[in-house]
């Protein structure tokens, strides 16, 4: 949620500024704005809504200059309006300050800075630190005249390094003061920014496609360290002044991945990226199955692997509906006691974690508040932490003690798909991978998992098909305001997937329940406008979940079946019917969420929404 981007060099800054925002559109946001380093001033613009408004606005009045930020704000403190979109000022408009974040003490802060006789123009948080950086700098003596230019970049530094000292909360910042021209500084907690060093330039944003046109080096930071930008290079601090050493990421992604490609949205190009996701989570991981590769890929030995008693899976949103089918694979085939649970719900309890714990912690983005909280927690009660992440270099992954990373490449829709597919099958190598570790199963066993594996990218594909037919089906359906998503076993998680997939991006009521459960309430709900979705691929549980679609029929529910193809059971009871190919049980999901994720698609096209950006929905909550 909220989109930093900085530039500092020799360019004209306003179209690599606003090309960098473009890039972190996925994040979700309500205003956007630019403010620029012009002719020894500071100048703004800024809008309410899409960046479209903040493209005609500088076609109107246009920025020029080689210094400056951006950011695309999603709101928390105050409402979207010109006012409180950022950049924010300080009282005399010569600094000025973007930042993703909750500053927690911000009322504590604003009232001590209001005795001082600073004015508050919006209603904001963030506008607190430009104001706390201005009472820094007149401590320091920057506004006394005569002050030697030589000493104002060190003044910033200062300046901005005291405020930090005040905040308390969650932040990633970057500031622009026009008295040090020849610098950014920029200092996080909590809240995602990385550094892209160019020749003779440098960027600063939140995530790596904000500027992975103009440079692949990157410097991720970590929690309570500061960066000054300059044209001729960047140096990196700790928040109480220490300078340290960073080295660089070089980032593998190619550009185009991040493009639509042709497809309507982001979405659909990602829906269909799914088996080269596959591809690419698998590659290089099915051999050895004994030893070696957990060791290799994650830095799990097999000494760790034995010590291992229980596992927790941590995750929010979809990446937890990952996590239970991870639960579901581990004590079935590892024989370790599994949880899963909400990352948001963990850190608030008393969780019961002791060194023989293995917390597998799972997130799209590798900066979900709540999962690094969550994480940090169980690793002070001495559980070792192994992450499942798509971001190279993330604040989870530099957070953990092993890694397993899916390799999807950049997922720019809020709703996330081939990163839940990925995840699907990092859980499914890592159960595989510590089942023959633990000689848990047998030689034979393994190879024909690994035999159906490989055959998921192709499999995919032939799931993809259902496409039209799905199209034909949303037509139907898309008016409809309420849904009911069922399935047991290994397809409950996905039933939950589907429902959250329809209502995040359609905003149709959708629930999914256990079909065991459906008789211990949602049943009172049918009637013969509700369609029933139920999944049911060829499982021990499979004649069960007939039986409870047999009680949906009963009540009039209109009922479409997610099934194995060559099933005609479900062609005969269903309404409609989506065949997906077979496959091992265990497996079943990676296909089965295919027809569900095309599901939510269409109907929310077909309604007119949003689909890559859903309203109040952000890609990376980095705040509770």
């Given at each position: 949620?909220?989109?930093?981007?900085?530039?500092?060099?020799?360019?004209?800054a306003?179209?690599?500024?606003?090309?960098g925002?473009?890039r972190?559109e996925?994040?979700?946001?309500?205003?956007?704005?630019?403010a620029?380093?012009?002719?020894?001033?500071?100048?703004?613009?800024?809008c309410?809504g899409?960046?479209?408004?903040?493209?005609?606005?500088?076609?109107?009045?246009?920025?020029?200059?080689?210094?400056?930020?951006?950011?695309?704000?999603?709101?928390?403190?105050?409402?979207?309006?010109?006012?409180?979109?950022?950049p924010?000022?300080?009282?005399r408009?010569?600094l000025?300050?973007?930042?993703?974040?909750?500053i927690?003490?911000?009322?504590?802060?604003?009232?001590?800075?209001?005795?001082?006789?600073?004015?508050?123009q919006?209603?904001?948080?963030?506008?607190?630190?430009?104001?706390?950086?201005?009472?820094r700098?007149?401590?320091?003596?920057?506004?006394?005249?005569?002050?030697?230019?030589?000493?104002?970049?060190?003044?910033?530094?200062?300046a901005v390094?005291?405020?930090?000292?005040?905040?308390?909360g969650?932040?990633a910042?970057?500031v622009?003061?026009?008295?040090?021209?020849?610098?950014?500084?920029?200092?996080?907690?909590?809240?995602p920014?990385?550094v892209?060093?160019?020749?003779?330039?440098?960027?600063?944003?939140?995530?790596?496609?904000?500027?992975?046109?103009?440079?692949?080096?990157?410097?991720?930071?970590?929690?309570?360290?500061?960066?000054?930008?300059?044209?001729?290079?960047?140096?990196?601090?700790?928040?109480?002044?220490?300078?340290?050493?960073?080295?660089?990421?070089?980032?593998?992604?190619?550009?185009t991945?991040?493009?639509k490609?042709?497809?309507r949205?982001?979405?659909?190009?990602?829906?269909?990226?799914?088996p080269q996701?596959?591809?690419?989570?698998?590659?290089?991981?099915?051999f050895?199955?004994?030893?070696?590769?957990?060791?290799?890929?994650?830095?799990?030995?097999?000494?760790?692997?034995?010590?291992?008693?229980?596992?927790?899976?941590?995750?929010?949103?979809?990446?937890?509906?990952?996590?239970?089918?991870?639960?579901?694979?581990l004590e079935?085939?590892a024989?370790l006691?599994?949880?899963?649970?909400?990352?948001?719900?963990?850190?608030?309890?008393?969780?019961?974690?002791?060194?023989?714990?293995?917390?597998?912690?799972?997130?799209?983005?590798?900066?979900?508040?709540?999962?690094?909280?969550?994480?940090?927690?169980?690793k002070?009660?001495?559980?070792?932490?192994l992450?499942?992440c798509?971001?190279?270099?993330s604040?989870?992954?530099?957070t953990?003690?092993?890694?397993?990373?899916?390799?999807c490449?950049?997922?720019?829709?809020?709703?996330?798909?081939?990163?839940?597919?990925?995840?699907?099958?990092?859980?499914?190598?890592?159960?595989?991978?510590?089942?023959?570790?633990l000689?848990?199963?047998?030689?034979?066993?393994?190879?024909?998992?690994?035999?159906?594996?490989?055959?998921?990218?192709?499999?995919?594909?032939?799931?993809?098909?259902?496409?039209?037919?799905?199209?034909?089906?949303?037509?139907?359906?898309?008016?409809?305001?309420?849904?009911l998503?069922?399935?047991r076993d290994?397809?409950?998680?996905?039933?939950?997937?589907?429902?959250l997939?329809?209502?995040?991006?359609s905003?149709?009521?959708?629930?999914?329940?256990a079909?065991?459960?459906?008789?211990?309430?949602?049943?009172a709900?049918?009637?013969?406008?509700?369609p029933?979705?139920?999944?049911?691929?060829?499982?021990?549980?499979?004649?069960?979940?007939?039986?409870?679609?047999?009680?949906?029929?009963?009540?009039?529910a209109?009922?479409?079946?997610v099934?194995?193809?060559?099933?005609?059971?479900?062609?005969?009871?269903?309404?409609?019917?989506?065949?997906v190919?077979?496959?091992?049980?265990h497996?079943?999901?990676?296909?089965?969420?295919i027809p569900?994720?095309?599901?939510?698609?269409?109907?929310?096209?077909?309604?007119?929404?949003?689909?890559?950006?859903?309203?109040?929905?952000?890609k990376?909550?980095?705040v509770?």
């Amino acid at each position: 949620m909220c989109g930093i981007i900085g530039y500092i060099g020799s360019k004209d800054a306003t179209p690599l500024l606003m090309e960098g925002l473009r890039r972190l559109e996925y994040r979700g946001y309500d205003s956007a704005g630019l403010a620029l380093l012009n002719g020894g001033g500071i100048e703004l613009r800024r809008c309410v809504g899409k960046l479209a408004n903040l493209d005609a606005l500088l076609g109107k009045q246009p920025l020029k200059g080689s210094v400056g930020l951006g950011h695309t704000r999603w709101a928390t403190h105050g409402r979207p309006s010109e006012e409180n979109a950022h950049p924010h000022t300080d009282c005399r408009g010569k600094l000025v300050v973007i930042h993703n974040g909750i500053i927690e003490n911000y009322l504590e802060l604003q009232g001590a800075l209001a005795g001082k006789g600073h004015k508050f123009q919006s209603e904001t948080d963030t506008e607190v630190i430009a104001h706390l950086i201005e009472e820094r700098l007149k401590q320091l003596g920057a506004d006394r005249a005569g002050a030697m230019p030589n000493l104002r970049e060190p003044m910033l530094f200062e300046a901005v390094r005291g405020a930090l000292s005040e905040m308390r909360g969650a932040y990633a910042l970057a500031v622009l003061w026009s008295e040090a021209p020849g610098c950014l500084v920029a200092a996080k907690t909590a809240s995602p920014l990385v550094v892209g060093i160019g020749d003779g330039e440098a960027f600063l944003a939140s995530d790596v496609p904000a500027f992975l046109e103009h440079t692949r080096k990157a410097v991720f930071l970590d929690d309570g360290e500061m960066a000054v930008l300059t044209a001729k290079g960047c140096s990196f601090f700790r928040v109480d002044g220490k300078r340290i050493e960073k080295t660089p990421t070089n980032i593998q992604w190619d550009r185009t991945m991040a493009e639509k490609g042709g497809y309507r949205h982001f979405m659909l190009k990602e829906i269909y990226d799914q088996p080269q996701a596959v591809e690419d989570t698998i590659r290089g991981r099915l051999f050895p199955l004994k030893d070696g590769v957990l060791e290799r890929e994650a830095g799990l030995s097999a000494d760790v692997l034995k010590g291992i008693t229980n596992v927790k899976l941590l995750a929010c949103g979809t990446a937890h509906h990952a996590g239970l089918v991870g639960k579901y694979l581990l004590e079935r085939f590892a024989k370790l006691p599994a949880v899963a649970e909400p990352a948001s719900e963990f850190r608030y309890r008393e969780p019961v974690v002791s060194p023989g714990t293995l917390v597998v912690a799972i997130s799209q983005s590798g900066e979900t508040a709540d999962t690094l909280a969550a994480v940090k927690l169980a690793k002070q009660s001495g559980a070792k932490v192994l992450s499942v992440c798509n971001v190279l270099g993330s604040a989870l992954t530099r957070t953990s003690d092993y890694n397993f990373y899916i390799h999807c490449g950049p997922e720019m829709g809020v709703a996330s798909t081939k990163a839940f597919v990925g995840q699907l099958t990092a859980l499914s190598l890592l159960t595989l991978h510590l089942s023959t570790a633990l000689g848990r199963l047998s030689d034979d066993d393994s190879r024909k998992w690994v035999d159906e594996i490989l055959r998921l990218p192709g499999l995919i594909r032939s799931a993809l098909k259902l496409d039209a037919k799905v199209l034909e089906l949303s037509r139907k359906f898309y008016k409809k305001e309420h849904f009911l998503y069922i399935g047991r076993d290994l397809n409950y998680p996905i039933a939950l997937e589907g429902a959250l997939k329809l209502k995040e991006i359609s905003y149709i009521h959708a629930e999914g329940y256990a079909a065991g459960e459906m008789k211990h309430g949602p049943i009172a709900l049918i009637d013969p406008d509700m369609p029933v979705v139920a999944i049911a691929t060829d499982s021990r549980v499979t004649e069960k979940v007939l039986s409870n679609m047999e009680e949906a029929k009963a009540r009039g529910a209109i009922l479409v079946a997610v099934h194995t193809e060559g099933d005609k059971r479900f062609e005969r009871l269903a309404d409609v019917s989506l065949p997906v190919p077979k496959v091992q049980e265990h497996l079943a999901p990676i296909l089965s969420v295919i027809p569900l994720q095309l599901l939510a698609y269409h109907i929310a096209d077909l309604r007119g929404c949003d689909v890559d950006q859903p309203r109040n929905l952000a890609k990376s909550v980095t705040v509770e």
